[in-house]
């Protein structure tokens, strides 16, 4: 299995933010690693489909990114 660097778009006030941002997501996928657990394309993929389909999930990750 190979390493991709992927780009994706985020709203942020500034250059600082977004970089923030990456460096946060950047940090768990390595984080993640380091435990002998990758995050891959299709393991995102389904995660990304499937938390909308747990309401308890789904209105706390709303919740967080409504209210911060």
């Known amino acids: 299995m190979k390493v991709y ?9 500034d250059e ?3 970089e923030k941002a990456r460096h946060a997501l950047g940090g ?3 984080q993640l ?4 657990i990758h995050v ?3 393991k995102i ?3 990304m ?3 909308d389909k747990n309401a308890f999930v789904r209105s706390k990750i709303i919740d967080h990114f409504k209210n911060n």
């Open 49 to 51: 489909s499937r938390w």
């Open 16 to 18: 600082h933010e977004a």
């Open 33 to 36: 690693g380091q435990m002998g």
């Open 28 to 30: 768990f996928v390595d």
């Open 45 to 47: 993929a389904d995660g």
């Open 40 to 42: 891959t394309g299709n």
């Open 5 to 13: 660097p992927i780009t994706i778009k985020i709203y942020a006030e």
